[in-house]
Structures are given as structure tokens and as C-alpha cells.
């Protein structure tokens, strides 16, 4: 049986965290392990080949590097961890970054070179498996305002952002085939 990789996308305050929390503990350690910024390893910022206009003025060409690169680091990460592990958790991925970085960049990056990660080389030895966290927009709101370690950006991204940001997830969504749920049926899915 193939190695499941889980991808768990949604912005800040969406329960990832917590999800991804509950669903360890209900795992053996043994077979299952949690990543996180896998787009920043052995010591190279794939997200700079997109993002860095000093490295390649076109935003076409630095978008096909990033989709090269990153689909190579993940193949090589995944496939490699999938020999020890039956179970892979990922805390956002390459997602996150093009629904966020829409706007930090002068040109909205997803509507002018969004280019799925290849996945076959990886779907050769895992299935894969994306969940994006929604959440209602009160909720979101009252978790947002209880939430400690708010910095400015943070601030400016909910009070400004948060449904742009969200409306970037649900368009890379219908891409990706990410499954849609809400916060409560994954804990019910996952958990109980």
C-alpha cells in the first residue's frame, strides 16, 4: 500500500494547527510524521525563484523555475520519507504561498503564472491528498481577535486581506482537486 501524504492548506486562524494537533496524536508516531516549510530546505528558498525579481525579471520564467524546483524538492523529500513512513503530514505547501502572495507582489502572481507542482513522479509512491480548512467569517473573526502573537502584518492581513486571500484559495482549490471542508467535519473525519 502506497505511503498517504496529507497537504492541510487554509489561512491563519482556519484550524490547521489544531487539526494537525489532534490528528497526530492519534497516530503512531512510529509511521507517521509531521513537515513544515518543505519549500525551504537543504538550505535553498525556492519561494526566492518566485518571488525575487532581482534573481529573473519575468514573472512567467521565475514561476516555471519555482514549479521545477519545488516539484523536484518535493519528489525528493517525499519519496524518500515515504520508505519509513506510512503516513506524511504537510502544514501548507506551495498553495499557501501563491494565496498569500497575490498581494505582497506588485503583479498577482496566481492570475498570471499559477503552475501546479507535478505530482506523478511523487504519485508513483504516495497518494496524495489535499485539505483546505475552511471556516466561517465569524468564527474566523473571534479566533483572530483571541489570537496572542498578532503582529502588524497579521493585522493587516485579516482586517484587509482575509477574503482576498481566501478567494485565492478556493481559485487554486478547483486546480489542485483540494477537498473542501469545514473545520468540525474534518475533526469528525479525522478523529472520532
Not at 505511503?3 to 497526530?24: A, Y
Not at 516555471?64 to 523536484?72: F, K, P, V
Not at 507582489?105 to 505530482?119: A, D, E, G, H, L
Request: aromatic letters at 10%.
Amino acid at each position: 500500500m502506497k505511503p498517504l501524504v496529507i497537504v492541510f492548506e487554509g489561512i491563519d486562524c482556519s484550524g490547521k494547527s489544531n487539526i494537525i494537533r489532534l490528528v497526530m496524536n492519534e497516530l503512531d508516531s512510529n509511521k507517521a510524521i509531521l513537515l513544515k516549510g518543505v519549500d525551504n530546505v537543504d538550505e535553498k528558498n525556492y519561494r526566492d525563484l518566485l518571488v525575487n525579481k532581482d534573481i529573473i525579471t519575468d514573472v512567467h520564467i521565475r514561476a516555471t523555475l519555482y514549479n521545477s524546483a519545488l516539484s523536484e524538492c518535493y519528489e525528493k523529500i517525499l519519496t524518500s520519507i515515504a520508505l519509513k513512513k506510512e503516513i506524511i503530514l504537510l502544514d501548507r505547501s506551495h498553495i499557501s504561498m501563491f494565496a498569500y502572495q497575490h498581494k505582497a507582489n506588485p503583479i498577482n502572481i496566481f492570475n498570471n503564472s499559477y503552475t501546479k507542482v507535478r505530482w506523478e513522479k511523487i504519485l508513483a509512491t504516495c497518494n496524495v491528498v489535499f485539505i483546505y480548512l475552511n471556516v466561517d467569517e465569524n468564527i474566523l473573526k473571534e479566533r483572530y481577535s483571541n489570537k496572542e502573537d498578532k503582529d502588524y502584518s497579521d493585522i493587516v492581513t485579516f482586517t484587509d486581506n482575509y477574503k482576498s486571500i481566501i478567494r485565492e484559495y478556493n481559485k487554486i482549490q478547483s486546480i489542485e482537486d483540494m477537498c473542501y471542508y469545514q473545520f468540525h467535519n474534518v475533526i469528525s473525519i479525522f478523529v472520532l
